[in-house]
């Protein structure tokens, strides 16, 4: 996994949006995490529910995360889109692709941090 981490930083930036101050998403999320749901391709009616997960940091929103992350990849393998997911999905190093578990840790891991 060692590629990985020099190349999910690129990916998200590639994919982050220009900031916009006066987005009432942005003023209510925050620009950073509005910034990763977009890049992730969460869909807009998800933002809230996941921002009220991260408030409070236990081992039951980190479950949640997860399944929730899991859907995602599930979707993005189905029909990939133009986000972050879809490109993490399609990553190839030596010819291997992510696990489940190593799609769930980075985005989790990007929502989390």
Avoid: K, Q
Wanted: proline residues 6%; negative net charge; aromatic residues 2%.
């Amino acid at each position: 996994m060692n590629a990985e981490v020099d190349t999910v930083p690129r990916m998200l930036a590639a994919r982050l949006p220009e900031p916009a101050e006066d987005d009432p998403a942005v003023i209510v999320l925050g620009e950073r995490l509005h910034g990763i749901l977009v890049a992730l391709g969460v869909a807009p009616r998800d933002w809230l529910r996941i921002a009220r997960r991260l408030e409070v940091p236990d081992t039951r929103t980190a479950a949640a995360l997860g399944a929730y992350v899991d859907v995602l990849v599930a979707e993005r393998c189905r029909c990939p889109g133009e986000d972050l997911v879809s490109d993490l999905v399609a990553f190839e190093v030596d010819g291997r692709g992510l696990t489940a578990d190593e799609l769930r840790l980075i985005v989790v891991g990007l929502l989390t941090s």
